[in-house]
């Protein structure tokens, strides 16, 4: 009976081999859609969970016979899935009140748990899951711009001369390009060189395409008493 701690290397480099290019496939959909953890950051990802778990399922065979020693596959295993965590949290975003990179480090997670079955031979499962994941990160993504709108959200400042009827003005132009305002705040600023009251209008905006903003933005700096319009 062959020794179950114990596994050949021709099945180490199969297992290895085979989360490179898992991990690489969902690093190249990452990769050209311009994701900060993309191609290699994914296959390095993937190709370490399952050095940990190989390591965690024969790297201590030969002490699993041994007395008063209790061997447990699952332990390294189990950290990969915590400590994986921080290295998502770096590809997330924090940009007003519109969250970025939440989807890269999902993908990130789900090749560490790819790479981790992959190392436990669990090869069927780590190929569809990474059949599942490219269809979630491509086409799904195709699919939620085109019939889900695909909304974000943009801070904008605009500063301006304090006169009637600007902020209507203003209101008018985004509501012609599709835009819609969640949230609304003024300011006052120190007058200008002439004399007159200056204010800040800083506004979360919600909009499906990134094209509306810029052309907004153009039509903003017509707007009389417009000084400045700036985007975060």
Request: hydrophobic share 50%.
């Amino acid at each position: 009976m062959e020794n179950p701690w114990i596994l050949e290397p021709l099945y180490i480099t199969v297992r290895l081999v085979l989360a490179l290019v898992l991990g690489g496939l969902i690093g190249l959909e990452r990769e050209q859609s311009n994701h900060p953890a993309g191609f290699r950051t994914h296959i390095l990802v993937c190709l370490g969970s399952a050095l940990i778990m190989l390591l965690s399922l024969y790297g201590f065979g030969q002490f699993a016979d041994e007395p008063n020693v209790r061997v447990d596959p699952a332990r390294l295993a189990a950290q990969v899935i915590t400590g994986i965590g921080f290295l998502g949290a770096g590809t997330i975003i924090f940009n007003g009140s519109s969250i970025s990179g939440l989807t890269t480090a999902a993908s990130l997670w789900v090749v560490a748990a790819i790479g981790l079955a992959t190392g436990a031979g669990y090869y069927y499962a780590a190929v569809v899951t990474t059949v599942f994941v490219l269809i979630s990160l491509w086409i799904l993504n195709k699919v939620e711009k085109k019939w889900m709108g695909g909304k974000q959200t943009k801070a904008v400042q605009i500063e301006l001369l304090d006169r009637p009827g600007s902020l209507a003005v203003i209101s008018a132009v985004l509501k012609e390009k599709g835009i819609e305002i969640r949230k609304l705040t003024i300011h006052h600023m120190p007058p200008s060189d002439t004399g007159e009251e200056r204010i800040q209008i800083r506004m979360f905006l919600r909009l499906s395409k990134p094209e509306q903003m810029v052309l907004a933005a153009d039509e903003l700096q017509k707007v009389a008493g417009v000084m400045n319009v700036s985007m975060e």
